[in-house]
């Protein structure tokens, strides 16, 4: 399994993670693959970026960073799901760190609606928080010096 950095959404094998998510009943990957068809979304602006987690040609875990569009200065982790039957090998976590590894902004923020995800973001670091607009966690990253 690799991890590779997803510059055109469309040209990946999305549908089996995507069906895998809508079985789930997560609707945020369909939103992921609308915003990216009509533009509104293609991870490209400064300091954005959409990766995935390959099996052999298989996508089986995407997750993304974006400008966070409700707070200034912040980059927002987004659209964070790997398949059911790849999950609890340690893939989500795998994903979040390079995603915070390239995340340029020293505040990175999300929002989770469920308590599997809010314990999953918690045991990586995130902190719970409403000190952020449409937020649910947010991570403060350690600055070197």
Do not use: C, W
């Amino acid at each position: 399994m690799k991890i590779k950095e997803i510059t055109d959404l469309l040209q990946e094998n999305y549908q089996l993670l995507l069906q895998d998510s809508i079985d789930d009943q997560y609707s945020f990957l369909q939103r992921l693959l609308d915003e990216y068809m009509d533009g509104r979304n293609r991870f490209d602006q400064v300091n954005e970026i959409l990766l995935g987690v390959e099996d052999g040609a298989q996508l089986i875990g995407i997750g993304g960073l974006n400008q966070d569009p409700y707070n200034e200065g912040v980059i927002r982790l987004r659209h964070l799901y790997v398949m059911r039957k790849y999950r609890k090998n340690g893939l989500g976590k795998l994903l979040v760190n390079e995603l915070l590894e390239k995340a340029s902004a020293r505040i990175v923020t999300l929002r989770t609606a469920n308590q599997e995800g809010a314990h999953f973001y918690e045991h990586l670091g995130f902190k719970k928080s409403n000190s952020f607009e449409e937020t649910s966690h947010v991570l403060y990253k350690k600055t070197i010096i």
